[in-house]
């Protein structure tokens, strides 16, 4: 008996993780770091399924001046002579009403609940665990809209993208 | 214009602190609050501890008192009851000490944030060097956390700018500062 444990200890060799010299792989349906694809995301024509369902309130959408105010007096009045077009002023202000997705790593459970509700596959849960940092500020991203997934690197194989898979990877 | 003496002052901490964690890279002993925690940051904390995170080989090791810590590794939302323990742990600490919060409850009182029994993390009530996100964290983003507060490992969040994480593995320092040492 003592003699199949040694044979078992000797066959198996050393199991404890190398992690800080090597990377480690982590296993299938991990859900580490949300990151969002701006060129899909919806957020600027009203999709708000991702922020609705976030549980923590993690992600939240903020709207800067959500009627397109004009500087523009001889604007203003045309505007407000003709209701419609106050409401649906977007269109008009370029800039104005623009929407600020902000996302907060310090406050995500990594539930994976807005990769689902997300319309478009904008948001995906990649394998990062890397996540500590030094301040809290390091782990509010202000304006996900703004950020390029391309920064840093994507297709390295170091970020997995779980859910759903993309188009052109094995 | 800066005072001189502020700049002084400002690179004699700079200073220390780098003596601090050259001095931590050998070894340091952390204490442990549960301050209103679920215990499933608890739960991965504990396996740190097995055979196959061992994070005894790093040089980090459990203690059971705050005055052998180093480090206070604080869990959970912070609740009123817990308040005056926890600062009594980390006064009963020896300077220079280390205050990590572990899981997003710790960092920024996740789902807990809004209640009136909690005080909304860690960083409300201590100083904190590392926050470490995640509902729980995994034991490799513990290590990171860790590590990344004794100046060994790699910051990779950059608050506005979203990186993915690249291919190059962590670098590591030796305790005597400088080149890369395989563990």
Sequence with gaps: MVFSWVHKGLRTGVLTTRYPAVHEQMPEGFRGKPVLDPDRCLSEQGCTACVQICLPAALELKQEAPYSVRNDAAHLRSASSDCKEVVQSDEGGAGAGATQLTLDYGRCIMCGLCVQACPTGALQMTADYELAARHREDLQIVNLLEVSTEDGGTQDGGARFISPPREGEG | ?183
């Excluded at chain 2, 215990?39 to 203690?63: H, M, V, W």
Aim: net charge neutral; charged share 25%.
């Design chain 2, 1 to 183: 214009m800066e005072d001189p003496l502020d700049v002084e002052t400002r690179d004699a901490a700079e200073e220390l602190k780098d003596r601090v964690q050259r001095l931590f890279r050998h070894s340091l002993h952390i204490r442990h609050v549960d301050a209103g925690s679920c215990n499933a940051c608890e739960s991965e904390i504990k396996l740190l501890l097995n055979p196959y995170y061992d994070i005894q080989r790093l040089g980090i090791f459990f203690t059971t008192s705050p005055r052998h810590a180093d480090l206070l590794l604080v869990t959970g939302p912070v609740t009123r009851a817990m308040e005056d323990p926890l600062r009594q742990t980390y006064e009963a600490m020896p300077d220079p000490r280390l205050v990590v919060a572990v899981g997003a409850c710790a960092c920024s009182g996740g789902i807990f944030a809004s209640s009136a029994f909690t005080r909304g993390g860690v960083g409300e009530v201590l100083p904190v060097d590392v926050f470490i996100p995640g509902c729980p964290p995994s034991p490799l983003t513990l290590i990171h956390g860790l590590l990344l507060a004794l100046g060994r490992g790699e910051q990779r969040m950059k608050g506005r700018v979203q990186r993915v994480r690249s291919s190059r593995p962590l670098q590591m320092l030796s305790p005597s500062g400088g080149e890369k040492e395989r563990y």
